[in-house]
Nanobody
Framework: QVQLVESGGGSVQAGGSLRLSCAVSGYSFSSFCMAWFRQVPGKERQRVASTHTGGGSLYYADSVKGRFTIYQDKAKNTLYLEMNSLKPDDNATYYC????????????????????WGQGTQVTVSS
């Protein structure tokens, strides 16, 4: 059973930084599309960034380009989201997600495409 465990959320002031971590267990880390989504109450989960564990398929939402970086440490089976220059608009619950998928197929954009989810971690940015 694949398990995703997130950590690293918290409260920061605008302009600050946080790094989210997603530890993956229960399956080889070599054939997943991995993504970070975020959700605010009353709205659908939106993809923030994604990548494939085999490399490539890098995606960032326009709202986070230049500020967020998604990367992985294969030795630790861990996915990260480095978030800099945080804004109040980044306030959300952030989720790590994974989908078993060929690296040649690219990552799909919707939350419904992803099979495995972490429990979520709250990010609060104050102005």
């Amino acid at each position: 059973q694949v398990q995703l465990v997130e950590s690293g959320g918290g409260s920061v002031q605008a302009g600050g930084s946080l790094r989210l971590s997603c530890a993956v267990s229960g399956y080889s880390f070599s054939s997943f599309c991995m993504a970070w989504f975020r959700q605010v109450p009353g709205k659908e989960r939106q993809r923030v960034a994604s990548t494939h564990t085999g490399g490539g398929s890098l995606y960032y939402a326009d709202s986070v380009k230049g500020r967020f970086t998604i990367y992985q440490d294969k030795a630790k089976n861990t996915l990260y989201l480095e978030m800099n220059s945080l804004k109040p608009d980044d306030n959300a619950t952030y989720y790590c997600a994974a989908e078993v998928r060929s690296m040649y197929s690219g990552c799909r954009p919707l939350a419904s495409h992803f099979t495995y989810w972490g429990q979520g971690t709250q990010v609060t940015v104050s102005s």
